[in-house]
């Protein structure tokens, strides 16, 4: 298995100085020329300045976290966060109120500046943070595969350690159930599921959500005898190294093609997040406690040919 390491990419201190630096500047600005703003933008100025006084010292506080931040962004994602939902909540209000007409349009110009130029950005902070911390909890737990493998109980009380010396497993890990992609690949397990017993393969779905949940699901892609495994704390997906996604492999031009143009949304929908949204999937072929081949994806829209991986290697 790979042992790969995620470090915060350097442009992310970078961004939150500037964060920072933007910030303090624009905080200043309010507080000393609270009117300003209204009148560049051709508005009457409020009756109470101080009121737009106290949201530039808010906003200046924002700046002061921001350069924190920037010192180790991974231990204080949580300031980061505040940041990204207020960035992400504040232009949602002032659509609502300039829609019902209680504010001009014409607020909203600074809205590109102060918060959509930073949803990018600041949400590929997070998603590093994330990654930065999932490796080191799966660096802390430090779970052999033999040690995952009977921490894995199917329904029937076995665990996979076990079942592997009875029979070669093929071990399909998916995302979280609301996926599309991950209804598309209990699909086509279920279509190539002939194929894959043929070969001498006890199929095994694993997944985040419950048994009951894990049950629905399989039922609805005719997959009531294929076993499954309920992992809700990862453990098989870390140990067999299934990283969280970037930003980009996330959300990327495929993601989006083969949803919309390839209709795949269309076909197998999607519902709410049963399970971690940034887990990759993968699968893997086990035997007697050792994996003999894997695959793992680097995108949510990537598929597995499980024939192909079933067959014997020449």
């Excluded at 998603?127 to 779970?143: D, K, N, P, S, W």
């Excluded at 894990?214 to 098989?236: C, H, I, N, T, Y």
Aim: aromatic share 12%; charged share 15%.
């Amino acid at each position: 298995m790979a042992n790969s390491t995620v470090n915060m990419p350097n442009w992310v201190p970078l961004i939150l100085r500037s964060a920072a630096i933007y910030n303090l500047s624009w905080g200043a600005l309010v507080i000393l020329f609270p009117k300003a703003a209204f009148e560049w933008l051709g508005l009457e100025a409020p009756n109470y300045p101080c009121i737009i006084q106290c949201l530039g010292m808010v906003i200046g506080v924002y700046g002061i976290g921001y350069w924190i931040a920037a010192r180790d962004a991974a231990t204080h994602w949580p300031i980061v966060l505040v940041g990204f939902l207020g960035k992400v909540f504040g232009p949602i209000g002032f659509v609502y109120y300039a829609w019902r007409r209680e504010l001009p349009w014409t607020m909203g110009a600074t809205i590109l500046t102060n918060d959509i130029l930073w949803w990018i950005p600041f949400a590929g902070i997070l998603v590093h943070a994330a990654r930065i911390h999932e490796r080191r909890r799966t660096t802390v737990e430090g779970l052999t595969l033999e040690q995952a493998l009977r921490t894995a109980i199917l329904p029937d009380g076995q665990n996979l350690f076990d079942q592997s010396f009875k029979s070669r497993l093929l071990l399909v890990c998916v995302r979280h159930f609301g996926c599309t992609y991950c209804r598309e690949t209990l699909s086509d397990l279920s279509k190539q599921s002939e194929q894959i017993y043929r070969v001498g393969l006890t199929p095994v779905v694993i997944h985040m959500g419950s048994i009951e949940q894990g049950k629905s699901m399989m039922q609805r892609f005719g997959l009531e005898a294929v076993g499954q495994v309920s992992d809700p704390d990862r453990r098989l997906f870390r140990t067999l190294d299934l990283p969280f996604g970037t930003l980009g492999q996330l959300v990327s031009i495929k993601t989006f093609w083969r949803a919309l143009v390839e209709g795949v949304v269309f076909k197998f929908g999607f519902g709410s997040f049963v399970g971690n949204g940034m887990q990759l999937s993968g699968a893997f072929i086990v035997k007697n406690g050792h994996v003999e081949r894997a695959v793992r994806h680097e995108s949510p829209a990537e598929r597995t040919d499980f024939a192909d991986l079933s067959c014997p290697v020449v």
